[in-house]
């Protein structure tokens, strides 16, 4: 069987490990933590990186920073991973969820401004699939309406939006490292981005269980002391020592990546006549081969679809069950307008495997099961 997801794994790893393993201090921010945060501030080019324990618990971190209080309203797609909104719930908001464009999956920008309350604190967009959302309008928006934007860049790393880094544009923003996404650290893991430097000082102390430990550590005052609310948001250094064995290698598996994704591409650009809907990457935008998805005709072909697959020894996943209809999107949210494309195109949606280190013929068994399914219609 081909899976869907192989973790990431270059062979560098080790050696950071194992120099972690045996180093005297093994707790947060050690000397592995201040080496991804400087390649994060120096690559990427965040005015200032947390590495956190998940991407999950960066976001929540954000929707501290900013302060929401019960009752706020928070944008954002329904079309998302649950941890988009739960992060913002937890400390008392609302969820007002706007429909996706359907060329990128991402939250229209066209349909933000209608969207807003004055309750409204912050906009998340979510660049899907490491394809950037709209973003000189979202901020342009945030401007006028004085709304913090935190970027759900979960997928994001390495992609670009008019040349700059997704992660750098929004206020504050998260990456995941989870095994899924296309660098981990470890299984589990997530960076804070922060771009606008009036967080800076309180990140650290929320991230430090609400104490100034870190402005102890660097002798700008006396003694340590409960400041402000927080929690545990740091991790094991050997998080951060595999985080920065990948880091070293990034290049070498963004081109990998890229390169399935084209390989995927090229074999189906001709399958489009038949019905089978490709990914669509807007002028500016350059992604990150994070996921290679298609479309079908309607759930009822997808459902075929991946039973096809299954059958011909391929692993194929459906995405987001949009979350302004499960349980807790009824009770903490509400869609404002239409939804035109959130639920009917995420019922088409399918994501073939991919993963660094995929091989050609493994990408080839793909491809022809595709072929195989698309000949049957
Ligand atoms: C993966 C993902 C998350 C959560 O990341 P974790 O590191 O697992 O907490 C959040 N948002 C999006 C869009 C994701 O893809």
Redesign the pocket.
């Known amino acids: 069987m081909i899976p869907f997801n192989k973790p990431p794994y270059t062979g560098k790893e080790d050696d950071h490990v194992l120099n972690a393993m045996r180093a005297s201090k093994m707790s947060g921010d050690g000397e592995y933590t201040v080496l991804c945060h400087k390649w994060f501030e120096s690559n990427v080019g965040c005015k200032k990186a947390l590495l956190t324990p998940?991407?999950?618990?960066?976001?929540e971190m954000a929707a501290i920073l900013i302060d929401i209080q019960p009752g706020d309203e928070v944008i954002m797609p329904s079309y998302?991973?649950?941890?988009?909104a739960n992060a913002f719930v937890l400390r008392g908001a609302n969820i007002v969820f706007v429909d996706v464009r359907p060329d990128t999956m991402n939250i229209d920008e066209q349909l933000i401004e209608a969207a807003i309350t004055p309750r409204t604190k912050a906009i998340v967009p979510?660049?899907?699939a490491g394809v950037a959302c709209e973003m000189d309008v979202i901020m342009a928006l945030a401007e006028k309406h004085q709304l913090y934007v935190i970027e759900?860049?979960?997928?994001g790393m390495k992609a670009t939006y008019k040349g700059r880094a997704l992660g750098t544009i929004g206020h504050l923003a998260?990456?995941?490292?989870?095994e899924?996404?296309n660098y981990t650290s470890g299984g589990?893991?997530?960076l804070l981005l922060i771009n606008d430097e009036r967080f800076v000082t309180r990140a650290e102390i929320v991230r430090e269980k609400g104490t100034n430990r870190s402005q102890f550590w660097r002798g700008m005052v006396d003694k340590y002391t409960w400041v402000d609310v927080g929690s545990s948001y740091l991790p094991s250094e050997l998080q951060a020592a595999y985080l920065y064995g990948q880091l070293q290698s990034s290049e070498e598996i963004n081109q990998a990546r890229r390169q399935l994704w084209d390989n995927y591409y090229q074999a189906f650009a001709s399958l489009q006549e038949k019905g089978l809907e490709l990914p669509i990457v807007p002028e500016g935008c350059e992604h990150n081969a994070h996921m290679f998805y298609v479309k079908l005709k309607d759930l009822q072909v997808r459902g075929a679809f991946i039973e096809s697959l299954k059958a011909q020894g391929v692993l194929s996943v459906f995405h987001y069950v949009p979350l302004h209809s499960s349980p807790c999107g009824l009770k903490w949210g509400r869609f404002s307008g239409d939804d035109t494309y959130t639920t009917a195109d995420s019922e088409r949606l399918v994501r073939l495997p991919i993963w660094y280190g995929m091989t050609e013929a493994e990408q080839g068994q793909v491809i022809s099961s595709v072929r195989q399914f698309m000949g049957t219609l």
């Open positions: 998940s991407c999950t618990q960066a976001l998302t991973f649950v941890s988009t979510v660049h899907y759900d860049a979960a997928q998260a990456y995941s490292f989870h899924t996404k589990e893991g997530g």
